[in-house]
Protein backbone atom coordinates (compact mmCIF):
# COMPACT_ATOMS: atom_id res chain seq x y z
CA UNK A 1 0.00 0.00 0.00
CA UNK A 2 1.31 3.25 -1.12
CA UNK A 3 2.25 6.19 1.91
CA UNK A 4 -0.91 7.91 2.97
CA UNK A 5 -0.71 11.52 1.65
CA UNK A 6 -1.97 14.80 3.45
CA UNK A 7 -3.84 17.07 0.66
CA UNK A 8 -2.67 20.46 1.64
CA UNK A 9 -6.47 22.31 1.92
CA UNK A 10 -8.82 21.65 4.84
CA UNK A 11 -11.89 19.56 3.73
CA UNK A 12 -14.95 21.27 5.32
CA UNK A 13 -17.23 18.84 7.31
CA UNK A 14 -20.55 20.65 5.16
CA UNK A 15 -21.23 22.89 2.56
CA UNK A 16 -24.37 24.52 1.34
CA UNK A 17 -24.76 23.04 -2.56
CA UNK A 18 -25.50 26.39 -4.04
CA UNK A 19 -26.37 26.48 -8.09
CA UNK A 20 -27.19 29.52 -10.13
CA UNK A 21 -30.79 28.87 -9.21
CA UNK A 22 -30.16 29.65 -6.04
CA UNK A 23 -28.87 33.03 -6.68
CA UNK A 24 -30.99 34.12 -8.61
CA UNK A 25 -34.12 33.26 -6.74
CA UNK A 26 -33.02 34.97 -3.98
CA UNK A 27 -32.07 38.29 -6.07
CA UNK A 28 -35.62 37.86 -7.90
CA UNK A 29 -37.14 38.08 -3.91
CA UNK A 30 -34.67 41.01 -3.03
CA UNK A 31 -35.41 42.78 -6.33
CA UNK A 32 -39.59 42.14 -5.76
CA UNK A 33 -40.12 44.72 -2.58
CA UNK A 34 -41.50 41.76 -0.34
CA UNK A 35 -38.36 40.25 1.93
CA UNK A 36 -41.04 39.24 5.12
CA UNK A 37 -43.53 36.38 5.15
CA UNK A 38 -45.19 36.71 1.61
CA UNK A 39 -46.20 34.87 -1.53
CA UNK A 40 -43.08 32.83 -1.66
CA UNK A 41 -43.80 31.92 1.74
CA UNK A 42 -47.49 30.25 0.71
CA UNK A 43 -46.02 29.24 -2.28
CA UNK A 44 -43.41 27.01 -0.39
CA UNK A 45 -45.74 25.99 2.11
CA UNK A 46 -47.73 24.65 -0.67
CA UNK A 47 -45.17 22.49 -2.76
CA UNK A 48 -43.53 21.13 0.69
CA UNK A 49 -46.78 19.89 1.83
CA UNK A 50 -47.38 18.67 -1.93
CA UNK A 51 -44.15 16.98 -1.52
CA UNK A 52 -44.17 14.97 1.40
CA UNK A 53 -47.81 14.40 1.14
CA UNK A 54 -49.22 16.35 4.03
CA UNK A 55 -52.21 18.46 3.93
CA UNK A 56 -50.68 21.46 5.78
CA UNK A 57 -47.44 22.99 5.84
CA UNK A 58 -46.30 25.92 8.32
CA UNK A 59 -43.36 27.71 6.98
CA UNK A 60 -41.21 28.60 9.99
CA UNK A 61 -37.91 30.02 11.29
CA UNK A 62 -36.48 26.88 12.52
CA UNK A 63 -37.46 23.32 13.50
CA UNK A 64 -36.89 24.30 16.77
CA UNK A 65 -40.17 26.77 16.40
CA UNK A 66 -41.79 23.49 14.98
CA UNK A 67 -41.40 21.66 17.89
CA UNK A 68 -42.06 23.72 20.29
CA UNK A 69 -45.62 25.22 18.44
CA UNK A 70 -46.22 21.40 18.05
CA UNK A 71 -46.60 20.88 22.02
CA UNK A 72 -48.01 24.46 22.52
CA UNK A 73 -50.76 23.77 20.10
CA UNK A 74 -51.51 20.74 22.50
CA UNK A 75 -51.72 22.48 25.27
CA UNK A 76 -49.14 20.41 26.88
CA UNK A 77 -47.31 21.61 30.02
CA UNK A 78 -46.22 21.83 33.83
CA UNK A 79 -46.72 18.66 35.33
CA UNK A 80 -46.96 16.63 31.80
CA UNK A 81 -44.17 14.47 30.68
CA UNK A 82 -42.74 13.90 27.01
CA UNK A 83 -40.77 11.18 26.23
CA UNK A 84 -37.60 11.95 23.58
CA UNK A 85 -34.27 10.20 22.99
CA UNK A 86 -30.74 11.42 24.27
CA UNK A 87 -29.20 11.00 21.48
CA UNK A 88 -29.78 14.33 19.78
CA UNK A 89 -29.69 17.96 19.28
CA UNK A 90 -31.01 19.68 22.32
CA UNK A 91 -33.82 21.74 20.56
CA UNK A 92 -35.77 18.10 20.73
CA UNK A 93 -35.98 18.38 24.65
CA UNK A 94 -35.56 21.75 24.99
CA UNK A 95 -38.61 22.35 23.30
CA UNK A 96 -40.53 20.09 26.25
CA UNK A 97 -39.23 22.38 28.79
CA UNK A 98 -40.07 25.34 26.87
CA UNK A 99 -43.30 24.71 27.25
CA UNK A 100 -42.67 23.98 30.79
CA UNK A 101 -42.80 19.90 31.11
CA UNK A 102 -40.71 17.61 31.95
CA UNK A 103 -38.65 15.29 29.35
CA UNK A 104 -38.15 11.90 29.96
CA UNK A 105 -35.44 10.15 27.65
CA UNK A 106 -35.96 6.90 26.31
CA UNK A 107 -32.81 4.63 25.23
CA UNK A 108 -31.85 4.04 21.77
CA UNK A 109 -30.57 0.95 19.57
CA UNK A 110 -27.37 0.80 18.98
CA UNK A 111 -26.92 -0.51 16.44
CA UNK A 112 -28.88 2.53 14.53
CA UNK A 113 -28.79 5.18 17.10
CA UNK A 114 -33.03 5.78 16.80
CA UNK A 115 -35.20 6.07 19.77
CA UNK A 116 -36.09 2.09 21.08
CA UNK A 117 -40.18 1.50 21.23
CA UNK A 118 -39.41 -1.12 23.70
CA UNK A 119 -37.43 1.49 26.31
CA UNK A 120 -40.25 4.15 25.32
CA UNK A 121 -42.96 1.97 26.74
CA UNK A 122 -41.19 1.61 29.97
CA UNK A 123 -40.97 5.54 30.35
CA UNK A 124 -45.17 5.99 29.64
CA UNK A 125 -46.81 6.84 33.13
CA UNK A 126 -49.98 8.63 33.59
CA UNK A 127 -48.39 11.82 33.25
CA UNK A 128 -46.67 10.91 29.44
CA UNK A 129 -48.81 13.41 26.67
CA UNK A 130 -46.42 13.15 23.93
CA UNK A 131 -43.68 11.57 22.08
CA UNK A 132 -40.71 13.20 19.95
CA UNK A 133 -39.14 10.47 18.15
CA UNK A 134 -36.07 11.94 16.36
CA UNK A 135 -35.62 10.38 12.90
CA UNK A 136 -31.65 10.17 13.66
CA UNK A 137 -29.13 10.83 11.21
CA UNK A 138 -31.63 10.31 8.21
CA UNK A 139 -33.30 6.77 9.36
CA UNK A 140 -36.90 6.59 10.04
CA UNK A 141 -37.70 6.03 13.68
CA UNK A 142 -40.02 2.77 13.77
CA UNK A 143 -43.34 4.96 13.48
CA UNK A 144 -46.07 1.46 13.61
CA UNK A 145 -44.42 0.76 16.77
CA UNK A 146 -44.15 4.24 18.47
CA UNK A 147 -47.40 5.13 16.93
CA UNK A 148 -49.45 2.15 18.10
CA UNK A 149 -47.86 3.08 21.97
CA UNK A 150 -49.27 6.62 21.15
CA UNK A 151 -52.76 4.98 20.40
CA UNK A 152 -52.66 2.61 23.04
CA UNK A 153 -51.90 5.30 25.74
CA UNK A 154 -53.67 8.59 23.92
CA UNK A 155 -50.13 10.57 23.14
CA UNK A 156 -49.47 13.07 20.98
CA UNK A 157 -46.87 11.56 18.43
CA UNK A 158 -44.34 15.02 17.35
CA UNK A 159 -41.82 13.63 14.81
CA UNK A 160 -38.39 15.16 14.57
CA UNK A 161 -37.66 15.48 11.04
CA UNK A 162 -34.97 18.02 11.16
CA UNK A 163 -32.83 15.32 9.29
CA UNK A 164 -35.41 13.84 7.55
CA UNK A 165 -36.21 15.10 4.30
CA UNK A 166 -35.97 12.83 1.88
CA UNK A 167 -36.06 9.91 4.84
CA UNK A 168 -39.19 7.07 3.67
CA UNK A 169 -40.77 4.64 6.01
CA UNK A 170 -42.29 1.57 4.38
CA UNK A 171 -41.52 3.14 1.03
CA UNK A 172 -43.58 7.03 2.22
CA UNK A 173 -41.83 10.02 2.94
CA UNK A 174 -42.40 10.20 6.09
CA UNK A 175 -44.41 13.28 6.41
CA UNK A 176 -46.86 11.30 4.26
CA UNK A 177 -49.11 10.08 6.89
CA UNK A 178 -48.85 12.34 9.66
CA UNK A 179 -50.27 11.26 12.97
CA UNK A 180 -49.25 13.88 14.41
CA UNK A 181 -46.89 16.58 13.57
CA UNK A 182 -43.87 17.00 11.61
CA UNK A 183 -41.32 19.12 12.24
CA UNK A 184 -38.20 19.63 9.45
CA UNK A 185 -35.12 21.60 9.91
CA UNK A 186 -33.77 23.77 6.32
CA UNK A 187 -30.42 24.70 8.57
CA UNK A 188 -27.94 25.10 6.92
CA UNK A 189 -26.48 21.89 7.05
CA UNK A 190 -29.36 19.95 6.25
CA UNK A 191 -30.67 17.95 2.83
CA UNK A 192 -32.71 21.06 2.20
CA UNK A 193 -31.04 24.10 3.06
CA UNK A 194 -31.71 27.91 3.53
CA UNK A 195 -29.37 28.80 6.03
CA UNK A 196 -32.00 28.95 9.04
CA UNK A 197 -35.38 27.74 8.24
CA UNK A 198 -38.36 24.86 8.76
CA UNK A 199 -41.70 23.58 8.87
CA UNK A 200 -44.33 22.20 10.81
CA UNK A 201 -46.57 19.28 8.52
CA UNK A 202 -49.47 18.06 9.92
CA UNK A 203 -53.38 16.51 8.22
CA UNK A 204 -54.54 18.27 11.39
CA UNK A 205 -56.60 21.08 10.17
CA UNK A 206 -57.18 23.15 13.91
CA UNK A 207 -53.17 21.94 14.54
CA UNK A 208 -52.14 23.66 11.47
CA UNK A 209 -54.16 26.86 11.91
CA UNK A 210 -53.09 27.03 15.19
CA UNK A 211 -49.50 26.92 14.82
CA UNK A 212 -50.03 29.57 11.87
CA UNK A 213 -51.41 31.86 14.02
CA UNK A 214 -49.31 31.31 16.90
CA UNK A 215 -46.06 31.32 14.62
CA UNK A 216 -46.92 35.23 14.08
CA UNK A 217 -47.37 36.58 17.73
CA UNK A 218 -50.94 35.73 18.08
CA UNK A 219 -52.23 38.02 14.99
CA UNK A 220 -55.74 36.97 13.39
CA UNK A 221 -53.68 38.20 10.01
CA UNK A 222 -50.36 37.92 8.67
CA UNK A 223 -49.04 41.29 6.93
CA UNK A 224 -48.94 39.96 3.83
CA UNK A 225 -53.32 40.16 4.49
CA UNK A 226 -53.15 43.41 6.20
CA UNK A 227 -50.84 44.90 3.19
CA UNK A 228 -52.50 43.56 0.51
CA UNK A 229 -54.86 45.65 -1.77
CA UNK A 230 -58.10 44.92 0.09
CA UNK A 231 -56.25 43.76 3.02
CA UNK A 232 -56.97 45.72 6.55
CA UNK A 233 -54.78 47.45 9.19
CA UNK A 234 -57.02 45.79 12.15
CA UNK A 235 -56.18 42.55 13.76
CA UNK A 236 -56.25 41.20 16.82
CA UNK A 237 -54.13 38.59 19.22
CA UNK A 238 -55.64 35.93 20.04
CA UNK A 239 -53.11 34.36 21.85
CA UNK A 240 -49.62 35.40 23.00
CA UNK A 241 -47.36 33.54 20.45
CA UNK A 242 -44.57 33.96 18.75
CA UNK A 243 -42.03 35.15 16.14
CA UNK A 244 -40.93 31.96 14.59
CA UNK A 245 -42.78 32.52 10.85
CA UNK A 246 -40.29 31.71 7.74
CA UNK A 247 -40.07 34.96 5.29
CA UNK A 248 -39.64 35.34 1.36
CA UNK A 249 -35.75 35.40 1.41
CA UNK A 250 -35.45 32.18 3.06
CA UNK A 251 -38.45 30.67 1.20
CA UNK A 252 -37.14 31.83 -2.32
CA UNK A 253 -33.86 29.56 -1.30
CA UNK A 254 -35.83 26.30 -0.03
CA UNK A 255 -38.17 26.51 -3.05
CA UNK A 256 -34.98 26.04 -5.47
CA UNK A 257 -33.62 23.32 -3.34
CA UNK A 258 -36.87 21.52 -3.06
CA UNK A 259 -36.85 21.25 -6.75
CA UNK A 260 -33.30 20.18 -6.96
CA UNK A 261 -33.84 17.73 -4.33
CA UNK A 262 -33.28 14.33 -6.49
CA UNK A 263 -30.28 15.65 -7.66
CA UNK A 264 -28.57 16.44 -4.83
CA UNK A 265 -29.47 13.36 -2.89
CA UNK A 266 -28.04 11.25 -6.17
CA UNK A 267 -24.88 12.99 -5.41
CA UNK A 268 -25.14 12.47 -1.35
CA UNK A 269 -25.63 8.31 -2.40
CA UNK A 270 -22.46 8.60 -4.67
CA UNK A 271 -20.24 9.38 -1.47
CA UNK A 272 -22.13 7.14 0.93
CA UNK A 273 -21.09 4.31 -2.20
CA UNK A 274 -17.68 5.28 -1.72
CA UNK A 275 -17.69 5.62 2.47
CA UNK A 276 -19.55 1.75 2.50
CA UNK A 277 -17.24 -0.13 -0.03
CA UNK A 278 -14.16 1.08 1.86
CA UNK A 279 -15.40 0.46 5.81
CA UNK A 280 -16.90 -2.70 5.07
CA UNK A 281 -14.75 -4.93 6.23
CA UNK A 282 -12.74 -2.77 8.91
CA UNK A 283 -12.45 -4.21 12.34
CA UNK A 284 -11.70 -0.74 13.62
CA UNK A 285 -14.71 0.53 12.21
CA UNK A 286 -18.72 -0.79 13.10
CA UNK A 287 -21.02 0.66 10.61
CA UNK A 288 -24.65 2.32 11.35
CA UNK A 289 -27.36 -0.25 10.16
CA UNK A 290 -30.35 0.82 8.12
CA UNK A 291 -33.47 -1.12 9.47
CA UNK A 292 -36.02 -2.92 6.13
CA UNK A 293 -38.55 -0.58 6.62
CA UNK A 294 -36.81 2.24 5.93
CA UNK A 295 -34.89 4.65 3.06
CA UNK A 296 -31.94 6.38 4.60
CA UNK A 297 -32.14 10.01 3.52
CA UNK A 298 -28.12 10.00 3.92
CA UNK A 299 -28.24 13.48 6.28
CA UNK A 300 -25.41 12.48 8.14
CA UNK A 301 -22.87 9.29 7.96
CA UNK A 302 -21.75 8.24 11.09
CA UNK A 303 -19.06 6.05 11.78
CA UNK A 304 -18.67 4.35 14.82
CA UNK A 305 -15.00 3.19 16.35
CA UNK A 306 -14.22 -0.03 17.99
CA UNK A 307 -12.41 0.86 20.90
CA UNK A 308 -11.01 -2.26 21.53
CA UNK A 309 -9.38 -2.53 18.27
CA UNK A 310 -7.31 0.48 18.29
CA UNK A 311 -4.81 2.44 20.31
CA UNK A 312 -6.58 5.89 20.53
CA UNK A 313 -9.49 6.84 21.53
CA UNK A 314 -12.32 8.35 19.71
CA UNK A 315 -11.52 11.59 20.31
CA UNK A 316 -7.79 11.26 19.56
CA UNK A 317 -9.15 9.76 16.06
CA UNK A 318 -10.55 13.05 15.70
CA UNK A 319 -7.68 15.02 16.14
CA UNK A 320 -6.28 12.41 13.64
CA UNK A 321 -8.54 12.96 10.64
CA UNK A 322 -8.25 16.73 11.57
CA UNK A 323 -4.33 16.60 10.82
CA UNK A 324 -5.06 14.78 7.59
CA UNK A 325 -7.41 17.60 7.00
CA UNK A 326 -10.76 16.40 7.19
CA UNK A 327 -13.48 18.01 9.23
CA UNK A 328 -15.68 15.91 11.62
CA UNK A 329 -18.39 16.14 13.52
CA UNK A 330 -20.07 14.16 16.18
CA UNK A 331 -23.90 13.35 16.47
CA UNK A 332 -24.65 14.08 19.15
CA UNK A 333 -22.75 14.29 22.65
CA UNK A 334 -25.60 12.45 24.31
CA UNK A 335 -28.17 15.41 26.11
CA UNK A 336 -28.70 13.70 29.89
CA UNK A 337 -24.64 14.38 29.77
CA UNK A 338 -24.79 18.04 28.88
CA UNK A 339 -24.85 20.09 32.29
CA UNK A 340 -28.07 22.14 31.90
CA UNK A 341 -29.69 18.12 31.99
CA UNK A 342 -27.32 17.08 34.65
CA UNK A 343 -27.89 19.97 36.63
CA UNK A 344 -31.92 19.72 36.46
CA UNK A 345 -32.47 16.07 36.60
CA UNK A 346 -28.99 14.60 38.49
CA UNK A 347 -28.48 12.43 35.26
CA UNK A 348 -25.54 10.43 35.18
CA UNK A 349 -23.89 8.93 31.76
CA UNK A 350 -24.89 5.79 33.03
CA UNK A 351 -28.63 6.12 32.95
CA UNK A 352 -28.81 5.76 29.30
CA UNK A 353 -25.79 3.76 28.73
CA UNK A 354 -26.55 2.93 25.04
CA UNK A 355 -27.23 6.76 24.09
CA UNK A 356 -23.84 7.39 26.09
CA UNK A 357 -21.89 4.56 24.64
CA UNK A 358 -22.65 5.09 20.91
CA UNK A 359 -22.06 8.54 21.54
CA UNK A 360 -18.99 8.66 22.77
CA UNK A 361 -17.46 5.98 19.90
CA UNK A 362 -19.57 8.06 17.46
CA UNK A 363 -17.55 10.81 13.95
CA UNK A 364 -19.91 11.76 11.77
CA UNK A 365 -17.86 12.34 8.52
CA UNK A 366 -18.33 14.89 5.23
CA UNK A 367 -21.15 13.41 3.53
CA UNK A 368 -22.71 17.06 1.20
CA UNK A 369 -23.99 17.32 -2.36
CA UNK A 370 -21.40 19.46 -3.05
CA UNK A 371 -18.57 17.04 -1.91
CA UNK A 372 -17.06 15.16 -5.08
CA UNK A 373 -16.43 11.32 -5.33
CA UNK A 374 -12.59 12.42 -5.50
CA UNK A 375 -13.13 14.06 -2.13
CA UNK A 376 -14.92 11.33 -0.60
CA UNK A 377 -12.38 8.93 -1.53
CA UNK A 378 -9.99 10.74 0.32
CA UNK A 379 -11.78 10.74 3.77
CA UNK A 380 -12.00 7.12 3.23
CA UNK A 381 -8.23 6.65 2.55
CA UNK A 382 -7.78 8.98 5.43
CA UNK A 383 -10.12 7.08 7.98
CA UNK A 384 -8.17 3.51 6.29
CA UNK A 385 -4.83 5.01 6.87
CA UNK A 386 -5.77 6.15 10.90
CA UNK A 387 -6.99 2.62 11.34
CA UNK A 388 -3.72 0.87 9.97
CA UNK A 389 -1.23 2.95 12.08
CA UNK A 390 -3.56 2.81 15.49
CA UNK A 391 -5.50 -0.67 15.07
CA UNK A 392 -4.71 -3.60 16.67
C1 LIG B 1 -32.34 16.24 15.66
C2 LIG B 1 -32.51 17.73 15.55
N1 LIG B 1 -33.68 18.27 15.94
C3 LIG B 1 -33.89 19.59 15.85
C4 LIG B 1 -32.93 20.44 15.35
C5 LIG B 1 -33.18 21.91 15.32
O1 LIG B 1 -33.23 22.40 14.01
P1 LIG B 1 -33.20 23.97 13.75
O2 LIG B 1 -31.78 24.40 13.81
O3 LIG B 1 -33.81 24.14 12.40
O4 LIG B 1 -34.03 24.61 14.82
C6 LIG B 1 -31.71 19.93 14.92
C7 LIG B 1 -30.68 20.81 14.37
O5 LIG B 1 -29.67 20.44 13.87
C8 LIG B 1 -31.49 18.53 15.03
O6 LIG B 1 -30.33 17.98 14.64
Not at 5 to 21: G, H, Q, T, Y
Request: charged share 25%.
Amino acid sequence: MSEFKVRDNWMAFCLPDISEAEVQAVSDTIRSGWWAKGPRTIEFEKQFAEYVGAKYCVGLNSCTAALHLSLVAQGIGPGDEVITTPLTFAASANTILHVGATPVFADIDPDTGLIDPVEIEKKITNKTRAIVPVHYSGLAADLDAIGALCDQHNLFLSEDAAHAVETRYKGELVGHHPRGAVSYSFYATKNLACGEGGALVTDDPELAAKARVLSTHGMSAGSWNRYGKGGSWRYDIEEPGYKYNMFDIQASLAGVQLSRMSDMQRRRFQVVEVYEEAFKDVPQLRLQKTPEYCHHSRHLYILRIVAERLTISRDQFIEELKARNVGVSVHFIALHTMSAYTKRFGYTPEDFPKAYDFSESEISLPLYSSLSVEDAKYVAEAVLDICKKFGK
